[in-house]
């Protein structure tokens, strides 16, 4: 099995000891992608629309750094502290992925790393070779 972990520059994920992302087998696995700045804090605090805009750039940064993109993602996981937003998250969608569209999970949690977080994104996708 052929594993390479993906890092960003800078990696404001480095202190939680977890990967961006992983390339295995024609594959990304990327990590839940926040609304986390380059200074590792939390960018937009309360502010669904900033958060979601910086969560999304930071999925788009990490599968390049993967030598993928957005055009390959196959399978979307978001997590949100508020299904409320749920329509936002289709406008997002609409914006940051074109058709076919990847499957997707949205799932409302009570909570996520950090109070201050109101969205999670992790993906899967395949790799440049594909």
């Given at each position: 099995?052929?594993?390479e972990?993906?890092v960003?520059?800078?990696?404001?994920?480095?202190?939680?000891?977890?990967?961006?992302?992983?390339?295995?087998?024609?594959?990304?696995?990327?990590?839940?992608?926040a609304a986390?700045?380059?200074?590792?804090?939390?960018?937009?605090?309360?502010?669904?629309d900033?958060?979601a805009?910086?969560a999304?750039?930071?999925?788009?940064?990490?599968?390049?750094?993967?030598g993928?993109?957005?055009?390959?993602?196959?399978?979307?996981?978001?997590?949100?502290?508020?299904?409320?937003?749920?329509?936002?998250?289709?406008?997002?969608?609409?914006?940051?992925?074109?058709?076919p569209?990847?499957?997707?999970?949205?799932?409302?949690?009570?909570?996520?790393?950090s109070?201050k977080?109101?969205?999670?994104?992790?993906?899967?996708?395949?790799?440049?070779?594909?």
């Amino acid at each position: 099995m052929f594993l390479e972990q993906v890092v960003t520059e800078p990696d404001p994920y480095a202190p939680f000891l977890l990967s961006q992302a992983i390339k295995a087998n024609g594959f990304v696995f990327v990590s839940g992608q926040a609304a986390i700045g380059d200074n590792g804090e939390i960018v937009g605090e309360g502010d669904f629309d900033r958060q979601a805009e910086q969560a999304f750039g930071n999925l788009d940064r990490a599968l390049k750094a993967a030598g993928s993109g957005l055009d390959k993602v196959v399978k979307v996981t978001i997590f949100l502290r508020s299904i409320e937003n749920f329509a936002k998250v289709v406008e997002l969608r609409r914006k940051w992925f074109s058709a076919p569209y990847p499957a997707d999970s949205i799932i409302e949690v009570s909570s996520l790393y950090s109070p201050k977080a109101m969205i999670e994104i992790e993906a899967i996708a395949l790799d440049g070779s594909h």
